[in-house]
């Protein structure tokens, strides 16, 4: 096992990389912590859940809401759950999301802990501190920032992954060469999807390395006033398309990653889309949908990082490095 401590201005986290589940025993309290968990991933790991404390939620981004959120404040009740008590989600994003923002409220804040199950959580949503849940249309409309005190890694998990899931995750470690590890992109390039599944070592160190480029985006911006706003890069169009047309997150991004390519190529006059588009593809994701072009509007105007007539995007200047952009609702229009 390797650990690395990591300091945010928000708190210190623990990363237990190359770690196994069962040493989850040594870390907390069993009697006085409860995992957070879902049905697909309970009913796959069952032996892991024996003689703790569970609670067991349906699985999808269709449950990360407030009811959920409820439903689980009323079992932490019953199950007596103080301050003194830990809340371990082990699961997706979904999960991690709900139980970072259920400790974060109950009895005014508790501790909590991450198991990542897919390659998203992994890379992505355990890391930074961000938890919430949805309303309606809208991703991550309410919630916190706030960090676990450790993340436990047990790429063992992935063993049960479904092919979907190992998509979906690959569509934001492309989005984290694409905006600063040109190097990785390269890499990428030479491998895909099948290379990454079969060869343990090399999957264990590509996670490990998009945890630390995530890391240190944070570090530097913990509350998103500038560089953590790359890491949105596809999501502005992606989370428009992923709620109105209802498609996983992944697949929305690499289509939202490549209509922001396509836009930096006419605002910076420079040629990057088709090698992005390319590398997407090469890990079976989609990069065109045929879009309802007011629908997606209606939503970009809500979205969390516009101001009045204008939304930030993140552009490519080239492979590995992205700029912030002020683009007008008009111009936007034109682009789209
Ligand atoms: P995310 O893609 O944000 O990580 P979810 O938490 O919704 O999203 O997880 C995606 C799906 O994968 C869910 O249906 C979840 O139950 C399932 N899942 C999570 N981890 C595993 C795993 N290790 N094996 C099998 N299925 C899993
Ligand atoms: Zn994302």
């Not at 690395?4 to 928000?10: A, G, I, Q, Y």
């Not at 390395?209 to 995530?214: D, G, W």
């Not at 879009?291 to 969390?304: A, G, T």
């Not at 939304?311 to 008009?330: C, M, N, P, Q, Y």
């Amino acid at each position: 096992m390797h650990k690395k401590l990591v300091k945010f201005n928000t708190g210190i986290v623990h990363y237990y990389f190359d770690a196994e589940i069962k040493y989850l025993g040594q870390l907390v309290d069993q009697t006085n912590t409860v995992l957070i968990t879902d049905e697909n991933v309970f009913s796959l790991h069952q032996k892991i859940f024996k003689n703790w404390n569970t609670i067991v939620l349906k699985p999808g981004e269709a449950y990360k809401i407030q009811q959920t959120v409820d439903s689980v404040v009323q079992q932490l009740i019953e199950l007596k759950a103080d301050r003194t008590t830990t809340l371990i989600g082990i699961g997706g994003g979904v999960i991690t999301d709900i139980t970072g923002y259920v400790a974060s409220i109950y009895m005014r804040g508790i501790s909590f802990a991450f198991v990542p199950t897919t390659i998203l959580a992994l890379v992505d949503a355990s890391i930074g501190g961000k938890n919430g849940v949805d309303v309606g249309v809208y991703k991550n409309m309410i919630g916190v920032i706030r960090q676990p005190s450790f993340i436990l890694y047990d790429l063992s998990f992935l063993k049960t992954l479904p092919q979907q899931e190992w998509k979906n995750g690959f569509a934001e470690i492309i989005k984290h060469a694409c905006i600063k590890d040109a190097a990785m992109f390269k890499k990428l390039e030479k491998q895909n999807l099948l290379f990454y599944q079969k060869n343990p070592l090399e999957l264990s160190a590509l996670i490990k390395r998009n945890v630390l480029l995530k890391t240190k985006i944070v570090q530097k911006d913990e509350f998103e006033k500038s560089g953590r706003k790359l890491l949105n890069f596809g999501h502005t169009i992606g989370h428009a398309i992923e709620n109105l047309y209802t498609m996983p997150h992944g697949e929305a991004i690499s289509i939202g990653m490549v209509y922001a390519t396509n836009i930096a190529e006419k605002v910076l006059k420079i040629k990057n889309a088709g090698k992005v588009s390319n590398l997407l593809q090469q890990y079976e994701l989609p990069t065109t949908l045929k879009v309802d072009r007011n629908n997606v509007f209606d939503v970009l105007k809500m979205d969390k990082k516009k101001s009045k007539d204008s939304i930030d995007f993140i552009l490519l200047e080239k492979i590995g490095s992205a700029v912030i952009h002020r683009i007008s609702f008009t111009q936007l229009k034109n682009y789209i």
